[in-house]
């Protein structure tokens, strides 16, 4: 069981990036995906989650509503993050993991399978 997190880089405040996630040795389809994040010194946080449907509940943090959109691919195992209108705030290490349902996504104890992280920089 692997996810495979990619797509971070440096871009500067008011770009774009999307993340992905893909996973392996199992069906990605019949699990809720989360992305989370942990800048230094922070905590990590669950930033977006969806649920197993393409078209089902989604969650998103706060900060992050009405610039980063989740989406997920079931055909290709792969979970999507387009992050639109990029803040220096945004700036950490991205993971993606399973979790329960979307509504789980506030904490990340409740995820189970983990991706390595992605560095995402967004310098001030």
């Known amino acids: 069981v692997q996810l495979q997190a990619s797509g971070g880089g440096l871009v500067q405040p008011g770009g774009s990036l999307r993340l992905s996630c893909v996973a392996s040795?199992?069906?990605?389809?019949?699990?809720?995906v989360g992305w989370f994040r942990q800048a230094p010194g922070n905590k990590r946080e669950g930033v977006s989650c969806i649920s197993s449907r393409v078209d089902g509940d989604t969650f998103y943090l706060d900060s992050v509503k009405g610039r980063f959109t989740i989406s997920r691919d079931n055909g290709k195992k792969a979970v999507y993050l387009q992050m639109d209108s990029l803040k220096t705030e945004d700036t950490a290490v991205y993971y993606c993991?399973?979790?329960?349902?979307?509504?789980?996504?506030?904490?990340?104890?409740?995820?189970?399978?983990w991706g390595q992280g992605t560095l995402v920089t967004s310098p001030a």
């Open positions: 040795g199992f069906d990605l389809k019949y699990h809720a």
């Open positions: 993991a399973t979790v329960g349902s979307p509504d789980l996504c506030y904490d990340d104890h409740n995820a189970d399978y």
